[in-house]
């Protein structure tokens, strides 16, 4: 049975499709271990590795996406079929990650103690990969398990990227722990051996728990905010009938608290049109914005000229004549663009919008605060959050629309993201949320302020600015990605020999 190409695929697929209620909303991180130390089992045992870790990865990322589906399907026209099959063609890719991980493990440390460094190692350079190639897709990444736990505070020193370090040693140290089966004297040497760096592995990632850096603190001047939660519907956002209910339901919104709080903040798109050729409600907006003598900063479309379109970032201060403006970095393929080497998606999905990436620096300065705009998508990449505090940034605001997702895990995983990019920069975000979730979440991670889920409503709370830079901000990915490399080298070179 153990030599079954399709019994290895089935069962790693299996361990594959527990990776997704380890994270948000369903936070069972606990999962993710025996999903992890089954499949390493597995890979260490056979003679596929190809095979276990695409069928893991599939698992993992096609299960993980099923939202993808419905998505597709209400908001692109596409039929479900052919949604069902993209989100087949997802987990595909994003499967060949995994595959691998799975086949250089195999090849560098199938049998011995290697196990213990090169599972681990590779495994970061793996989330390092999905996160940058083919414009990267670090969804569901592994070092978000580490949320809420005593290990967060390696984040602001090695990253939501290095953090995968942790769970996949302790998957390796318990297969090192398992004997394999054999009667010969040279293979029960061998697990003696292999239990003894296994315990070695348990006492080293229980250290890290226990010894990790304590999460950054804010230490600056406190302020006020408004985070507006609209609560628009997919389905009515861009429907021209219901231009004026969303205008005023975030005016309204907004006059109850403009006098009471310092800035207020409205998602991405809150404004679903171009202002310029909007001269009526541009002057509505200039009118409120007079009444409530408060900065804003709301979500927009800004025209550059010809057909060209960003996505971005609006602030507007009524003690300022001009409004600025900073858009967004990083795109979402098929969703604000289509690839230049794939153009005929624009006959077959003719609703897919074009944006054009922004090339600022990202930073609104409103009455002496620089905030580092993450508009929405940006929010999974950590090197959008540590350009931002490179930039200047003081505080990190991420307005998103995900009424995308409808009530899925998806908004949830999302959210979660953002969470990780305040513990890596040091910084406070201030996420708003078209349907949610509408957070403040503290520079720790935690969750100080929250919405219920689709519901219209303001949320109040404050934050403080700073402008410590972490390690993580000031180093980024390469020191840990240099020495791992260099640690993998000796675990090559004995398997070479």
């Known amino acids: 049975m153990f030599e079954s190409k399709r019994f290895y695929a089935f069962v790693s697929f299996l361990f594959g499709a527990l990776m997704p209620f380890s994270f948000s909303p369903f936070d069972h991180a606990w999962l993710a271990i025996p999903a992890l130390t089954g499949w390493l089992w597995l890979i260490r045992r056979g003679e596929c590795p190809l095979i276990a870790g695409f069928s893991f990865g599939l698992g993992w990322f096609a299960c993980g996406a099923w939202w993808v589906a419905p998505t597709l399907h209400t908001y692109g026209n ?3 079929i052919a949604a069902a099959f993209c989100v087949l063609l997802l987990g595909a890719v994003l499967a060949l990650f995994p595959m691998l991980w799975s086949w250089l493990t195999w090849r560098i440390a199938k049998k011995g103690g290697w196990l213990l460094l090169v599972f681990p190692a590779i495994a970061v350079l793996e989330e390092w990969l999905r996160g940058h190639l083919l414009t990267g897709l670090p969804w569901t990444a592994l070092g978000n398990l580490l949320l809420d736990t005593p290990a967060i505070g390696w984040a602001s020193w090695f990253g939501v990227y290095g953090l ?6 302790l998957a ?11 009667s010969d004297p040279a293979e029960k040497c061998d697990n003696k051996r292999n239990q003894r760096i296994g315990a070695v592995g348990l006492s080293i990632t229980l250290l890290l728990f226990a010894l990790a850096p304590t999460p950054p603190v804010a230490q600056g001047k406190q302020h006020s905010v408004a985070l507006v939660q609209g609560n628009i519907p997919q389905d009515q ?16 919104l907004s ?16 404004i679903p049109f171009f202002l310029e050729r909007a001269p009526g409600w541009n002057q509505w907006l200039n009118e409120q914005m007079q009444t409530w003598h408060t900065p804003l900063l709301y979500g927009g479309l800004k025209l550059m000229g010809g057909n060209a379109a960003q996505n971005g970032l609006f602030a507007h201060d009524p003690a300022v004549p001009e409004q600025s403006f900073v858009g967004k970095h990083h795109l979402v393929p098929f969703g604000e663009y289509v690839p230049a080497w794939i153009p005929f998606l624009h006959t077959l999905v003719p609703e897919i919008a074009d944006f054009k990436a922004a090339d600022d620096l990202g930073v609104v300065q409103v009455r002496g605060i620089s905030y580092g705009s993450l508009i929405c998508y940006e929010s999974l990449f950590p090197e959008e959050a540590r350009g931002r505090v490179l930039a200047g940034a003081e505080v990190l605001v991420n307005v998103t629309n995900d009424a995308w997702y409808a009530k899925t ?8 993201a953002a969470r990780m990019r305040a513990v890596e920069t040091g910084r406070y975000v201030l996420r708003a949320a078209n349907t949610g979730v509408t957070a403040i979440i503290e520079p720790n991670g935690v969750v100080s302020h929250q919405l219920p889920w689709w ?7 404050s934050f403080v600015s700073s402008n410590m830079i972490t390690p993580y901000v000031r180093w980024g990915d390469w020191p840990l990605l240099i020495v791992l490399m260099l640690l993998l080298m000796p675990a090559i070179i004995n398997r070479e020999r």
């Open 237 to 252: 956002k861009w429907d021209a009938a219901f231009v004026g209910e969303t205008m005023h339901r975030y005016g309204s």
């Open 172 to 182: 390796a140290s318990i297969v090192l722990l398992i004997p394999q089966s054999g």
């Open 455 to 461: 519901t219209a409503a303001v949320l109040q709370g």
């Open 255 to 270: 006059a109850g608290v403009a006098e009471a709080v310092d800035l207020i903040i409205w998602p991405e798109a809150a």
């Open 78 to 80: 596409i039929p479900w």
């Open 409 to 416: 895990p998806a908004a949830w995983q999302h959210f979660q």
């Open 164 to 169: 995968a370090l942790i769970p996949a040693m």
